[in-house]
């Protein structure tokens, strides 16, 4: 198993412009998330999902989009990236509720 | 809003002592409680799972304990190693759906030689 992966592992982008990040796990996991960890500010919940064509808000989700159309794949989607989203964002999943949650390694972002 | 409060921030202890961290929250009403390690530049590694209804779990030289009465989580690493230096961060289950996490700000770990 691969377990929860991420890419790519680091981008740079220029202010307005978008982007995707991608993330895949192989274990059959229902739940995926999306969080972003800065500095003082610890992991923030963006977007989750529980299944395929299910997903949610979470804490801070402006200026981002997800869609899940399969188990394996969950897609962050920055529509016009600004400085503030300079970050690094973590992919998670689990088989059920209650479960242990596995991070993918992290894309670090930088927005000029 | 739940709140997770990780103190203190950094510690630094020489190789064979006993860590303790530490992790307090303010609502009690949680599903579970994971402890993660996470080392510079990457991705977060699970450690223990604690569910609401147990006291402990424990994996090698790692315990975790809850206490949802008093709003605490204790992770014990036995005889620490340099290889033990790293950033371990607790995380609370709020019980909404989707599984999400609410993280504390995480304990950086030094292990001197």
């Known amino acids: 198993n691969a377990g929860v992966t991420q890419t790519p592992k680091f981008q740079v982008l220029k202010t307005g412009q978008s982007m995707t990040l991608q993330c895949a796990q192989d274990?059959?996991?229902?739940?995926m998330s999306w969080y972003r960890q800065d500095p003082g500010m610890g992991l923030r919940l963006i977007h989750y999902?529980?299944?395929?064509?299910?997903?949610d808000q979470g804490e801070v989700p402006n200026g981002y989009n997800v869609s899940r159309s399969t188990t394996e794949d969950f897609p962050l989607r920055l529509l016009s990236a600004a400085p503030s989203q300079t970050s690094v964002y973590f992919c998670?999943?689990?088989?059920?509720?209650?479960?242990?949650?596995?991070f993918g390694p992290g894309t670090r972002l930088l927005v000029l | 809003k739940q709140e997770v409060t990780q103190i203190p921030a950094a510690l630094s202890v020489p190789e064979g002592e006993n860590l303790v961290l530490n992790c307090s929250f303010t609502?009690?009403?949680?599903?579970?409680l994971q402890w993660f390690r996470q080392d510079p530049g990457k991705g977060l590694t699970s450690l223990l799972l604690i569910q609401s209804s147990q006291r402990e779990q424990t994996s090698g030289r790692l315990n975790a304990s809850l206490d949802k009465s008093s709003g605490r989580s204790t992770l014990y690493i036995a005889a620490s190693q340099p290889g033990d230096s790293a950033t371990y961060l607790c995380?609370?289950?709020?019980?909404?759906?989707?599984?999400?996490?609410?993280f504390g700000g995480g304990t950086r770990v030094l292990v001197k030689p």
């Open positions: 609502d009690s009403a949680i599903y579970n």
């Open positions: 274990m059959n996991h229902e739940y």
């Open positions: 999902s529980v299944g395929a064509g299910i997903t």
């Open positions: 995380a609370l289950n709020r019980g909404a759906a989707g599984n999400k996490l609410t």
């Open positions: 998670a999943s689990s088989y059920r509720e209650r479960a242990t949650q596995y």
